[in-house]
């Protein structure tokens, strides 16, 4: 049987289909979890240079599927290696998390690099040996950040519980901001027609830091910029599967999915379960979107909501997961539980 007639039951979910079980994946699920992620990070010296480096790259982006029966393998990356292939400075300091020079309206116009897609290369390698490792029937996930959430970053230089450096310079600066989401829409489509080229089967968009905006903002920020990215990959990829992770998205959440063109819509853990069921169309997929907490804490408080979430989207294509990604300190062993439970019931 030759690996293109095997079904994978996430990629069916994605595109539409019902599964006789939800397909499982974790956000975060290659990370700081797992003690053999924390070895080859020790290795790899700093974080991007894990990210660039195929080999190590590819390793930890396996390594989760090796311990639990999980439906896809996601990309090991980051979003901010877009900004780093634009030609800013990108850097991940100890215990800081990501540190960028900001950019203004004065600088962003020098932002652009004839080789964007060649500082990428790394990447695509690794998604290619990712997809020589992987099992027929696994999925294979690439990823990149939404225009908002990447910028976000880019104009503070580092993440902000409100992102209001970033909000202020859309107000004061809408032409230098217009410009940025422009840039960067551009280079989301490049760089997501590259995955895929390099064998990703579906792809995600982390509109993270989507939960400050007011309804105006929102429809200019986050779904004009989504919608533009997948209409602009479809161009190239005809029918690409894209699910879109639109965390904080509240009562905005159909109006994303109407407008965006999105396949499956992740809920992050905020949402009521029966909200989303009311509020997207009939038969729209889901991904999603148990507390990561929850995960930490186990037992049969995980267990009871893990079913609720179940029960609550068996009418429709759903593809499990947590509503944010996973944090360090969970117990390998709630992990395994909770794969369990999803694929055995």
């Given at each position: 049987m ?14 539409g ?17 797992l ?6 990070r ?22 989760p599927?090796?311990?639990f ?41 020098r932002?652009?690099?004839a ?22 029937e ?5 990823f ?18 409100d ?6 310079f ?52 986050v ?27 509240a ?6 999915v ?5 396949n499956?819509?992740g ?5 009521p ?47 499990f ?21 999803v694929?055995?019931?």
């Amino acid at each position: 049987m030759s690996p293109e007639s095997v079904a994978k039951p996430l990629l069916g979910a994605v595109r539409g289909e019902r599964q006789a079980r939800p397909p499982i994946w974790i956000m975060r699920q290659a990370g700081r979890y797992l003690p053999e992620y924390r070895a080859v990070r020790e290795k790899a010296g700093g974080f991007l240079d894990l990210c660039y480096t195929p080999e190590l790259a590819a390793e930890v982006t396996l390594q989760p599927l090796r311990r639990f029966p999980l439906d896809a393998a996601i990309l090991f990356s980051d979003i901010l290696v877009i900004p780093d292939a634009l030609g800013q400075n990108v850097r991940f300091e100890v215990g800081e998390g990501p540190r960028l020079d900001p950019v203004d309206a004065e600088t962003i116009d020098r932002l652009g690099k004839a080789d964007f897609l060649g500082h990428l290369a790394p990447v695509f390698e690794t998604l290619r040996r990712v997809k020589a490792g992987l099992a027929p029937e696994k999925t294979l996930i690439g990823f990149c950040g939404s225009p908002w959430t990447v910028a976000t970053y880019m104009l503070a230089g580092r993440g902000t519980t409100d992102q209001a450096p970033a909000r202020l310079f859309a107000l004061r600066h809408p032409e230098a901001f217009e410009t940025l989401i422009d840039l960067l829409v551009a280079s989301s489509i490049d760089y997501l027609v590259a995955q895929f080229e390099a064998g990703a089967d579906v792809v995600q968009l982390f509109e993270s830091w989507a939960l400050n905006l007011d309804e105006t903002a929102f429809r200019a920020q986050v779904i004009e910029p989504n919608r533009r990215i997948v209409e602009g990959v479809r161009a190239r990829v005809p029918n690409a599967p894209i699910i879109g992770f639109p965390r904080g998205a509240a009562g905005m959440i159909a109006e994303y999915v109407a407008k965006t063109g999105v396949n499956l819509v992740g809920l992050d853990y905020a949402t009521p379960l029966d909200f989303a069921r009311k509020a997207l169309p009939s038969g729209f997929g889901v991904q999603g979107n148990l507390d990561p907490l929850r995960v930490v804490a186990g037992g049969a408080q995980m267990e009871d909501r893990a079913r609720e979430i179940i029960a609550a989207f068996a009418d429709r294509p759903h593809v499990f997961n947590l509503g944010h990604g996973i944090v360090p300190e969970t117990p390998i062993a709630h992990v395994e539980r909770l794969v369990s439970l999803v694929k055995e019931g």
